[in-house]
């Protein structure tokens, strides 16, 4: 998510949200990228190994 997005959301400042929340965003990119290539494992399997059709 945009950092300034996330800042609004929060009622902060960005300088805020990298101040007390940055430990928090570095564990999140990796929780999100395996559960981004669990759904692509989910996706080939239900499919047979097509692309979406997006």
């Known amino acids: 998510m945009n950092p300034a997005e996330c800042a609004r ?3 902060q ?3 805020v949200l990298f101040r ?3 430990k928090f ?3 999140v990119r ?5 559960l981004i290539e669990q759904s ?3 996706w080939d399997r239900v499919s047979g ?6």
Do not use: F, T, V
């Open 9 to 11: 959301r929060a009622g």
């Open 13 to 15: 400042s960005i300088q």
């Open 20 to 22: 007390h929340y940055a």
């Open 25 to 27: 965003l570095d564990g």
């Open 30 to 34: 990796e929780q999100a990228n395996r």
């Open 40 to 42: 692509m494992q989910e």
């Open 49 to 54: 190994g097509g692309a979406p059709a997006w």
